[in-house]
């Protein structure tokens, strides 16, 4: 009786988990309505989330539908299984110690995600975007696996919490600037936003999402947003001190930072210009990528002398 007791709290946690992502990927989403849409309303996401419900689903010759719409809905999975590494305050859905790790797998997973949404479409457009995507991919994620491995070197541990409290004194956004600018570019771009959203780009009709109506749709957006959302997340146990703050307790700086961060993000969305995948994997290679080992370098110094 004890364990069905302790798998329904935890259950009942990973559900209020899950709740949470989706509500900041709902203020994501409104938050972007409101600075890119003319006259934008808050009340206009959930009125476009009504609209794709009650819309029907596109259909292709010859899809493969259990891959196409895996590959959607997989995102809204990865992005939840992310946070469920970032401690809310003292309580972490699943304290691992290799937490770091963890969260790079899931973004890594999203690769295979985006393009699976691309493939099972059986559509010239679809599958454009998710080669695209897969470019943009090749220039990212050497350098935010880099940048992710800054913080563990100095707190000396992969679990995520003990990353969060080797920031007493100084956040690690403030002396690893190159890590934090870096990993922020490696969210914005496996959320497929803002300059990295060429996979999604209108001279391929829309690209991944150029086949995907109603809830197939609804569902492919929703991922993008609660990936961003888990991004932003993360930023803070790693970055940003976790939940330490004055006054209020740290669960609740831990959503306000997480707040921040994600605002940014959308606010830069429509400020910043569309990379071209093959321009981008120059920048990547060429410039983040030596960027990213320097910082790993003067960290590890730092860490040793300590």
Same mark, same amino acid.
């Given at each position: 009786?004890?364990? @069905?007791?302790?798998?329904?709290?935890?259950?009942?946690? =990973?559900?209020?988990?899950? /709740?949470?992502?989706?509500?900041? &990927?709902?203020?994501?989403?409104?938050?972007?309505?409101?600075?890119?849409?003319?006259? &934008?309303?808050?009340?206009? =996401?959930?009125?476009?989330?009504?609209?794709?419900?009650?819309?029907?689903?596109?259909?292709?010759?010859? /899809?493969?539908?259990?891959? !196409?719409?895996?590959?959607?809905?997989?995102?809204?999975?990865?992005?939840?299984?992310?946070?469920?590494?970032?401690?809310?305050?003292?309580?972490?859905?699943?304290?691992?110690?290799?937490? +770091?790790?963890?969260? #790079? /797998?899931?973004?890594?997973?999203? !690769? $295979?995600?985006?393009?699976?949404? &691309?493939?099972?479409? #059986?559509? $010239?457009? %679809?599958?454009?975007?998710?080669?695209?995507?897969?470019?943009?991919?090749?220039?990212?994620?050497? %350098?935010?696996?880099?940048?992710? @491995?800054? *913080?563990?070197?100095?707190?000396?541990?992969?679990?995520?919490?003990?990353?969060?409290?080797?920031?007493?004194?100084?956040?690690?956004?403030?002396?690893? %600037?190159?890590?934090?600018?870096?990993?922020?570019?490696?969210?914005?771009?496996?959320?497929?936003?803002?300059?990295?959203?060429? /996979?999604?780009?209108?001279?391929?009709? &829309?690209?991944?999402?150029?086949?995907?109506?109603?809830?197939?749709?609804?569902?492919?957006?929703?991922?993008?947003?609660?990936?961003?959302?888990?991004?932003?997340?993360?930023? @803070? %146990?790693?970055?940003?001190?976790?939940?330490?703050?004055?006054?209020? *307790?740290?669960?609740?700086?831990?959503?306000?930072?997480?707040? $921040?961060?994600?605002? @940014?993000?959308?606010?830069?969305?429509?400020?910043?210009?569309?990379?071209?995948?093959?321009?981008?994997?120059?920048?990547?290679?060429?410039?983040?990528? *030596?960027?990213?080992? +320097?910082?790993?370098?003067?960290?590890?110094?730092? =860490?040793?002398?300590?």
């Amino acid at each position: 009786m004890a364990e @069905v007791s302790v798998t329904v709290v935890s259950g009942a946690w =990973a559900l209020a988990g899950v /709740a949470l992502l989706l509500c900041l &990927g709902f203020y994501a989403a409104t938050l972007d309505v409101v600075l890119t849409a003319d006259g &934008g309303k808050p009340g206009t =996401a959930l009125y476009e989330v009504a609209r794709l419900m009650r819309q029907r689903r596109r259909t292709t010759v010859a /899809a493969d539908t259990l891959l !196409w719409r895996a590959g959607g809905a997989g995102l809204i999975l990865a992005a939840s299984l992310m946070v469920t590494v970032v401690p809310l305050g003292r309580w972490t859905l699943a304290d691992l110690d290799v937490g +770091v790790m963890w969260f #790079n /797998a899931m973004d890594v997973m999203v !690769w $295979a995600l985006v393009w699976l949404a &691309g493939w099972g479409a #059986n559509s $010239a457009h %679809p599958l454009v975007g998710a080669y695209r995507f897969l470019a943009h991919g090749l220039g990212y994620e050497m %350098p935010l696996m880099f940048a992710l @491995v800054a *913080p563990p070197v100095a707190a000396q541990s992969l679990r995520v919490a003990d990353v969060a409290a080797a920031q007493q004194g100084l956040w690690f956004a403030v002396w690893m %600037p190159i890590a934090f600018v870096v990993y922020c570019l490696g969210v914005v771009a496996f959320s497929v936003w803002g300059p990295f959203s060429a /996979a999604l780009g209108a001279d391929i009709a &829309g690209g991944v999402s150029a086949e995907l109506s109603g809830v197939d749709r609804l569902v492919f957006q929703a991922g993008r947003y609660s990936l961003l959302a888990a991004g932003a997340a993360f930023a @803070v %146990p790693m970055f940003l001190g976790g939940g330490a703050g004055p006054l209020l *307790p740290a669960w609740s700086w831990v959503l306000l930072k997480t707040i $921040a961060v994600l605002s @940014v993000f959308v606010w830069l969305r429509s400020r910043l210009p569309v990379l071209r995948p093959e321009k981008f994997l120059e920048i990547g290679w060429m410039v983040l990528l *030596p960027l990213t080992l +320097v910082q790993d370098l003067v960290v590890a110094i730092i =860490a040793v002398r300590s």
